[in-house]
């Protein structure tokens, strides 16, 4: 369900492990621009030592790294020899310190999580540190040269630092390279510390990234490695220069790129990327790419070959995804800020794999072509030639097709600027039909994959030996393979045509035109989907029938978002993901939350939909609710705005039951916030989210552009804080973590035949005392029958309330389909 994301934030791209990795070298010509040999400096980079003659004892030193301070009391500091004349790295061994107050209360509770106070403090006995700023000088000249017979030395100093494999050797490589070929002025500094109670863990302040300054440690939960961002903020300096912009050296414009496709799904490839330079003096550029391809050739514009390196990001290989990489490509000499310019990468390898029954598997959906990622939005121009019995569909428009020689080509042009660009294959059978002016395709192999059609055949003939098999002296049960007919996704190709020209009728109807000329649902093999602009990957899952479904021992709970649910999230993403961005980590639950709000509007739509509806939201409620091994409810994981830092090695699943299921309460809450009291109409709800999508589209939009959107449309009864702003609401609900329990107690008194006073109060409990809410209360007047009566500002104080109606009630209560809160009897 979850669209590929990647952290802006240095949080995960902080876990490094101590290997030494192989490094692909493409040598390129000896610079002239410059007087640093590219491959000299890497050379150097990944085999610093700590140089025996640059000992120094440290007394009551400090450093300060913005709001980070860290004290060296007394021990023994050796700096690492030079790269390209620079000292670049140190370990410290002895007793030290350090002190960290985040700036904000969200960090200050985020820290609190994973070390119980709000406040960085520990004790250190070891740091290894890596820099391109001042640390050496500072260091050393505070330091004194130890005496030879000092009986303090440790023993193995620095004897065992330097002995293989050397922990601080490569890992912030590709980082220091680019301050030592390029711009200086943003340096690095990371120290992995060794805490005496907190064990290891790493402080960075990374003057190139937004949020410069994070605390991350490397924990595991069973079996999986976790990156777990304690705290992360912008630095003074970041924050000034950033202001949540992506950063970066250049950015892309445009992407053409050559497809080669030989039948056995390996790959030629050649992209020429269009980019504009952002920095006047770097020549390093690092661009996202699969380890499973290899880079051949990187040529600048007059057909010079660029040095360039890849490698594997470590720290995605051990957190599960095998295949994430990064290339650098070495400039000849920097590009002046705006200039444009080109470069061409050939590269080659297999992305695909075949999972049985003729069905394939684009494993590397995002790192199949060189990218700078999300944050960089361009247009691409995609050729791809391949067997003559595949079908190919991609992102964007096909604007050319056509066969020769047992080949197929076809060529796909993006309608306006993509963040990503991706494709599907297989031998597919398709339909195809229109919603109003947008052609919708659907793609499905014949057969299930080899993995599922085999759970099939398993569940479906549970006593199933194979003809011969040995035992006893019983006849094999004769029942042939073919008595159990196969899965057959494209057999119900019409059906998700139907549920795919449904959802984009409805979703135009709340969000606006569909924002491009066509969109291809196609099969993936797996359990998730991926809604990519104007290509939506639906697992085969979603092309069973719900009896196969069920066949399968997929429980009941997941079928409906398996059947409608996911179509209709991967469909709204088009407007939510695709038409408009996320500017940062913090803002993707803007996409996620509303998919799975659009999802859940969808399902409401049908016969018993408003039933099935409020049980789809009382699900999420439950799962929010419920409680994890160490007693605390999955909601208290985390605020919303934490995005991806919610999954680790505390609450593994945290992303996705905040990012997708708390915020698909809190826009149903705030739906009923804008709610008119009077017709009960939610014309402000829809407005909102429908003039946001036409005010911002095309652009990457902030958690902070939608609370001031939404402040626009807010009702009298929802200004709680007198102030014409939302900003309680979403300070208590995105910022901020807890549920609150409500009480409600009431009378109701007969004025005359028709007119019933109801009086009563509700109070709050479970939350910190400044929470205040608008709880919405009913009547129930019968059975499975009731009646909004309004809703009552309830804060520390209690929500006082008088009602009146014609018809006396058989309970009030409050409204708990409209409110995620525990509600005491
Ligand atoms: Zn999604």
Known sequence: MRGRSRLSARCLSRIRCGLLLAIVWLPGPACAASALDPQQVLDQLHNVQVDPGQIYVLRHAQLTRDRVKLFFNRGYIGFFTTVAGEITGAVYTGEGEILLIPPTQVEKASLARFVHSPILEEQFSTAILRFTDRTAKELMAVGVRPESDDPERPPDFPQRWNSSPRVFALEDS???????????????????????????????????????????????????LFADCWCAFPSKASAARFAYLMPGTVKALAYDIDTRLEPDNTMKGHAELLLESLSNTDRVL???????????????????????????????????????????????????????????????????????????????????????????????DLNFDYPENLTLVATGARIEEDAASGRKHSRWRSDGVFRVAGFNLGPYHSVER??????????????????????????????????????????????????????????????????????IEYFEHLFGPFPYSRLAISQIPGNFGQGWPELVYLPTLSFLRKSERYDLGLPEKSEDLLSHGMVAHEIAHQWWGNLLGWATYHDQWLSEGLATYAAALELSREKGGDHRFHELLRGYKLDLLSKGKNGMTNEASGPIWLGQRLSNSLTPDGYDTIVYKKACWVLHMLRGLLRDPSTGSDQKF????????????????????????????????????????????????????????????????????????????????????????????????????????????????????????????KRIAIDEDNLLAITEP
């Open 286 to 380: 690092t661009f996202d790419f699969s380890r499973l391809l290899n880079v051949s050739q990187v040529l600048n514009e007059r057909g010079e070959s660029l040095t360039a390196y890849s490698y594997p990001q470590q720290e995605d290989i051990e957190a599960g995804d095998q295949n994430k990489g990064w290339i650098q490509v070495v400039l000849a000499a920097p590009h002046p800020v705006g200039e444009k310019f080109r470069l061409r990468f050939s590269y080659q390898g297999n992305v695909i794999t075949n999972v049985g029954n003729n069905v394939l598997y684009v494993g590397e959906r995002g790192g199949w072509y060189p990218n700078l990622g999300l944050g960089s939005p361009a247009s691409f």
């Open 686 to 809: 829809f407005h909102l989210l429908r003039d946001f999508v036409a005010a911002n589209q095309g652009t990457s939009v902030s958690t902070e552009d939608f609370v001031r959107h939404a402040g626009k449309y807010m009702t009298h009864s929802s200004d709680l804080e007198h102030n014409h702003r939302l900003d309680w609401f979403f300070n208590e609900w995105v910022y901020g973590t807890g549920i609150p329990t409500y009480k409600l107690e009431s009378n109701v008194k007969q004025l005359s035949p028709k007119t019933f006073v109801i009086q009563g109060a509700i109070t709050q409990s479970g939350v910190s005392s400044d929470f205040e809410m608008l709880v919405p209360v009913v009547a129930e007047i019968g059975k499975e029958k009731k009646a909004s009566l309004g809703s009552v500002a309830v804060s520390d104080d209690a929500g006082r309330f008088k009602f009146t109606t014609t018809t006396r009630p």
């Open 174 to 224: 590709p980082r220091i390279f680019q301050d030592l070929l390029g711009d200086s002025n943003m340096p690095f500094f990371h120290a992995r510390l060794e805490g005496n109670s907190l064990k290891w863990f790493d402080v960075v302040d990374d003057e190139r990234s937004p949020e410069a300054v994070s605390v991350i440690a490397a924990r595991r939960n069973a079996d999986d």
């Open 434 to 503: 229109r919603v109003g002016p947008t052609t919708v395709e659907v793609y499905a192999t014949r057969e299930a994959e080899a993995a599922l059609e085999e759970r099939h055949t398993r569940r479906l003939v549970p006593h199933f030996v194979l003809p011969g098999s040995p035992r006893d002296h019983d006849p094999p049960l004769s029942i042939a393979p073919d008595a159990v007919p196969p899965l057959a996704p494209a057999a119900l190709l019409q059906s998700v045509a139907e549920s795919t020209s449904e959802a």
